[in-house]
């Protein structure tokens, strides 16, 4: 296969700051969206409401946004070229698609913040351990066939899910929404640093920050609409998911990303 040919089939963005501060955005989006479905719509997750009915409220939030990310990856695989709306959009059926599940393993199935942090964390590792056990690689650039695209696209929802999970784990303690975000950024920073300034893998640091991206925009999600109480701003979880879609939309826009170079990256 030609050089020009994989690069017309490559269909993920090209790793720049824009494509950082849309993915930010767009797991922000993904908690206030999900939460709007999964508490606000289906079920509030409090101490009153009886337990079969938000679990419930996770389980059908979940098969809502699960169903839309199945046909947005069916159609993402079918592209044949890179396509910045059908691409964000995936990503933020992933997003919303894994709060929802993140929220059930953690609150649902009686594990905690711990033990569902742990199980997805597992998750995540067996999706990149079989992606370079069956491909050789788990690199971004390599993502130009349908294996590939399967594996990248698992891997991002269970690494979504996760992200919910530690998120609202580190959230929960005494840090705090702010504090949390703070924390999360600061680790973000440190793996940019370490991009420019260390032989650290750049595919392993990718992930990693992929996967910190979206604690981040979780606990930032909670922060704008968790009640006053509990330390956060209580706004409007549509209008903040509102707010936010707009916010993406003009930065694609403003952007115009390219697709992913399809050269080697460091061996991973």
């Given at each position: 296969?030609?050089?020009e040919f994989k690069a017309a089939l490559t269909k993920v963005p090209a790793v720049t700051l824009g494509f950082w501060i849309i993915k930010i955005l767009a797991t922000t989006f993904g908690e206030t969206a999900g939460d709007s479905v999964s508490m606000s719509w289906l079920g509030?997750?409090?101490?009153?409401?009886?337990?079969?009915?938000?679990?419930?409220?996770?389980?059908?939030?979940?098969?809502?946004?699960?169903?839309?990310?199945?046909?947005?990856?069916?159609?993402?695989?079918?592209?044949?070229?890179?396509?910045p709306w059908l691409y964000w959009a995936t990503i933020i059926a992933s997003t919303t698609a894994g709060t929802t599940m993140a929220d059930f393993a953690t609150?649902?199935?009686?594990?905690?913040?711990?033990?569902?942090?742990?199980?997805?964390?597992?998750?995540?590792?067996?999706?990149?351990?079989?992606?370079?056990?069956?491909?050789?690689?788990?690199?971004?650039?390599?993502?130009?066939?349908?294996?590939?695209?399967?594996?990248?696209?698992?891997?991002?929802?269970?690494?979504?899910?996760?992200?919910?999970?530690?998120?609202?784990?580190?959230?929960?303690?005494?840090?705090?929404?702010?504090?949390?975000?703070?924390?999360?950024?600061?680790?973000?920073?440190?793996?940019?640093?370490?991009?420019?300034?260390?032989?650290?893998?750049?595919?392993?640091?990718?992930?990693?920050?992929?996967?910190?991206?979206?604690?981040?925009?979780?606990?930032?999600?909670?922060?704008?609409?968790?009640?006053?109480?509990?330390?956060?701003?209580?706004?409007?979880?549509?209008?903040?998911?509102?707010?936010?879609?707009?916010?993406?939309?003009?930065?694609?826009?403003?952007?115009?990303?390219?697709?992913?170079?399809?050269?080697?990256?460091?061996?991973?």
């Amino acid at each position: 296969m030609s050089e020009e040919f994989k690069a017309a089939l490559t269909k993920v963005p090209a790793v720049t700051l824009g494509f950082w501060i849309i993915k930010i955005l767009a797991t922000t989006f993904g908690e206030t969206a999900g939460d709007s479905v999964s508490m606000s719509w289906l079920g509030e997750t409090t101490a009153s409401a009886p337990t079969s009915f938000w679990q419930g409220g996770y389980l059908i939030g979940t098969a809502i946004f699960g169903s839309v990310l199945a046909i947005l990856v069916f159609l993402q695989i079918r592209a044949t070229r890179f396509n910045p709306w059908l691409y964000w959009a995936t990503i933020i059926a992933s997003t919303t698609a894994g709060t929802t599940m993140a929220d059930f393993a953690t609150r649902s199935l009686g594990i905690g913040y711990p033990g569902g942090s742990i199980l997805l964390l597992g998750a995540v590792l067996l999706s990149l351990f079989v992606w370079h056990r069956a491909l050789g690689t788990i690199s971004i650039s390599s993502v130009h066939e349908p294996r590939a695209e399967l594996y990248y696209w698992l891997t991002i929802t269970f690494s979504q899910t996760l992200g919910t999970a530690l998120g609202d784990w580190v959230a929960d303690g005494p840090l705090g929404y702010l504090g949390s975000a703070v924390i999360f950024g600061s680790v973000l920073a440190l793996l940019a640093l370490a991009y420019y300034r260390t032989r650290i893998s750049h595919v392993l640091l990718f992930w990693a920050a992929f996967i910190l991206t979206r604690p981040l925009g979780a606990v930032v999600g909670d922060f704008l609409d968790k009640p006053l109480a509990k330390g956060g701003l209580e706004l409007s979880r549509v209008g903040a998911s509102l707010v936010l879609g707009i916010a993406i939309i003009g930065l694609i826009l403003i952007t115009r990303q390219k697709a992913a170079p399809t050269q080697p990256e460091q061996a991973a």
